[in-house]
């Protein structure tokens, strides 16, 4: 019972306990260290008659008293942090001290300063993206080593060391755990984007793997876009980013059927679309408009909000989506773009002018053999074939994307084309 | 935090040896290293003579061996050096950015280790 109390607190008072820690401390380490004693102790003591009023300060008071031991225990600890222990002891007692009975919590603002610095630190682009990555969900998401391990789906000790390098790099690097100044923050936030955007894609497109697991990344990236957007109201891109995953992820019961097969957004049972996740997409969405600086997630929110708007395939505006993909590409003129738009222009008006969007795609010498190794390609190309009657041509398109394909239920799925297409 | 800042670049980047724009740049390096001083953020920096000035020395099994040329064969190759004092990566960063050679070459940024005074006695 105690549990669950404490789990429910962990959600909202772990990073912002985390964050404050750091500040306070200035060591990553030993931040996550306090914040996890201090959740045991929690764990051991709250019970549902006699829980403390702010559970938060209770923490941060608890986490705070745990670091200090650790400084004292700790000399090598101290002497990487470079400071003396009577200096970091009166630092930390004067916090204690401060914090009376019940003890403090930092103001709001503070509070969102430190959590906002915390996910920039994790995010540091002098970090490779996928300590990144790793770095993001341990100290902002407070997932353990071995819950980032199974969802990557590498060993554990891989993941511990990736950690481990990670936190060596902040500290003998220096990289600071601020908020990037006001001209800088625009190029920094898209690093942040970008891990938060990767660790959804991670979740929602492997279907190797625990799939329970994976949909857990899934709500750790909808989780946090939610709160990099909250805690950056200006910034149009955050929003668009936060709209896209509540709209995209809107339709994870419906992607997989009860088989463990991938279901198409067109033969998906729009029913079991989550309606809750679709309005607080569009309303991010709005949010982000309001600010009127467009940008790719945004466009790809606005693409994502024309499907979930629609009925059913047919009643999709598809020409919409052309013009949205028009717009993306000016912002990301990648051969996967030109793809998606090629394949609504087949939607929008047919399977002959879609093909020729596609062969225009592949003029270019370097956009071609890109394609040509994107499984993506041939499965789009195949499909349009096979709308055209070209069942030979479709079916050999079907091969050629079955050959790149390393997922299983992706496999069926292009099996069955394949037989089809073969059949007529 | 003390870092270097190492200087690269290929030989045939940047300007000319003798052209009216090297000497634009050797003004923007002046000028850079004064707003360092002026900062209170440099510690030392010094242009290095090119790799064909270069000789490599190693001990191997007791001998020495010396051969003409850097340590290794590549492409951009360190022509000068800064140490700055600053209080963070970032700031590190910034003024490595602001460094004449950036547009053509690259700076790498490393913190310098620093040994705990217990561990010098």
């Not at chain 2, 850079?32 to 000789?55: F, N």
Request: with cysteine; net charge negative; hydrophobic share 40%.
């Amino acid at each position: 019972m105690q549990q669950s109390i404490v789990a429910q607190v962990f959600a909202d008072e772990w990073p912002r306990l985390v964050a404050t820690l750091v500040r306070e401390l200035g060591d990553i380490d030993l931040a996550e260290d306090a914040a996890q004693q201090a959740f045991a102790e929690a764990a051991a003591s709250w019970r549902p008659d006699n829980t403390p009023n702010r559970p938060g300060a209770w923490l941060l008071t608890t986490a705070r008293r745990r670091a200090i031991d650790v400084f004292r225990r700790n000399s090598t600890l101290r002497e990487k942090l470079g400071r003396p222990v009577s200096e970091a002891e009166a630092e930390a007692s004067g916090l204690i001290e401060s914090a009376g009975d019940g003890g403090d919590q930092p103001e709001p603002n503070q509070l969102l300063d430190d959590q906002l610095a915390l996910i920039f630190g994790c995010c540091h682009p002098a970090l490779n993206r996928e300590a990144q990555i790793a770095l993001t969900l341990r100290s902002v998401c407070g997932l353990s080593t071995r819950q980032i391990a199974a969802a990557f789906l590498v060993p554990e000790a891989t993941m511990a060391k990736r950690l481990v390098r990670a936190k060596d790099k902040v500290r003998n690097a220096g990289i600071a755990f601020t908020v990037p100044a006001r001209d800088r923050l625009t190029e920094r936030l898209d690093s942040v984007l970008a891990v938060v955007y990767l660790i959804y894609t991670e979740g929602h497109s492997a279907s190797e793997g625990p799939a329970l697991i994976r949909g857990g990344l899934c709500d750790e990236a909808r989780w946090l876009a939610d709160l990099v957007a909250d805690l950056l109201p200006d910034q149009a891109e955050a929003w668009g980013l936060s709209a896209l995953i509540n709209l995209s992820d809107s339709r994870r019961a419906a992607r997989v059927d009860e088989a463990g097969q991938i279901v198409l957004l067109a033969d998906q049972d729009r029913s079991r679309w989550d309606t809750d996740l679709i309005e607080a997409g569009r309303r991010r969405l709005h949010h982000a408009d309001d600010l009127d600086d467009p940008g790719p997630y945004q466009l790809q929110a606005a693409i994502a909000l024309v499907h979930a708007m629609a009925s059913s395939a047919e009643e999709t505006r598809w020409s919409t989506i052309v013009t949205l993909y028009d717009h993306l590409l000016s912002f990301e003129p990648t051969p996967v773009v030109g793809l998606n738009r090629a394949a609504a222009v087949s939607k929008a008006f047919g399977p002959a002018a879609g093909l020729e969007a596609l062969d225009a795609l592949a003029i270019e010498p370097h956009a071609a053999s890109e394609l040509d190794s994107y499984r993506y390609y041939h499965a789009a190309r195949a499909d349009m074939l096979l709308r055209l009657d070209r069942s030979g041509e479709a079916a050999a398109s079907y091969r050629r994307a079955l050959d790149l394909t390393t997922n299983e239920s992706e496999r069926r799925f292009l099996s069955r084309r394949l037989a089809d297409s073969e059949s007529r | 935090m003390r870092y270097m800042l190492l200087l690269y670049s290929a030989a045939d980047a940047g300007p000319a040896q003798g052209s009216p724009e090297q000497a634009a740049e050797m003004q923007q390096w002046f000028a850079y290293t004064e707003e360092l001083a002026k900062a209170g953020c440099l510690i030392g920096g010094e242009p290095l003579h090119g790799i064909d000035t270069a000789t490599t020395v190693r001990v191997r099994e007791g001998k020495t061996v010396t051969t003409d040329g850097p340590f290794a064969e590549t492409k951009e190759t360190l022509g000068g050096y800064y140490m700055i004092d600053v209080e963070t990566l970032d700031e590190a960063l910034e003024w490595a950015a602001k460094t004449p050679l950036t547009t053509y070459g690259s700076v790498e940024v490393r913190p310098i280790m620093e040994i705990p005074a217990a561990a010098e006695a």
